[in-house]
């Protein structure tokens, strides 16, 4: 379906646009596949993880994981929208960063994550924050731009 102009014109849709909605998508998938294993791990795979990444995996509870599986699939959902080009993307992205925020305030805020972990546990939150605002402020700008139908 294409959205037109006032003027009855054609509304095109920038390239990058349909680029970064694709990369997002699969993002997103590759992040529910994550969890997936995370959620299937057996006790070989738990006793063999070191101190630190046991202590976060014990003290995880289990509506964390609810939180986070809310997190990628509500993102899944609105990368798929995007890709559509419909509006109720912009909802699903929001819901997805909401998620996202409660996920790493308790681990970075109660569990202590950095103390644990030290450095190595930042790089990956930070990317997957970033990507989170960085989807809501393009939802944002495709309803303002009337990319989204």
Do not use: K
């Not at 959205?3 to 997002?24: C, D, E, K, N, Y």
């Not at 529910?32 to 202590?55: N, P, T």
């Amino acid at each position: 379906m294409v959205t037109h102009t006032m003027a009855g014109q054609p509304l095109r849709v920038p390239i990058w646009f349909r680029l970064f909605a694709l990369v997002s998508l699969l993002w997103n998938l590759l992040g529910l596949l994550a969890f997936l294993g995370q959620m299937s791990l057996d006790s070989q795979a738990i006793a063999q993880m070191s101190q630190a990444e046991r202590y976060m995996y014990d003290t995880t509870p289990v509506w964390l994981n609810w939180v986070l599986a809310s997190a990628l699939l509500s993102g899944l959902l609105g990368c798929l929208l995007l890709l559509l080009r419909r509006r109720q993307a912009r909802g699903m992205l929001l819901l997805s960063l909401v998620a996202v925020l409660l996920q790493l305030g308790y681990v970075f805020g109660v569990q202590d994550a950095m103390a644990a972990l030290g450095g190595e546990a930042l790089p990956m939150p930070l990317l997957v924050l970033g990507w989170a605002l960085l989807l809501v402020w393009v939802g944002y700008v495709a309803g303002e731009r009337r990319w989204l139908h």
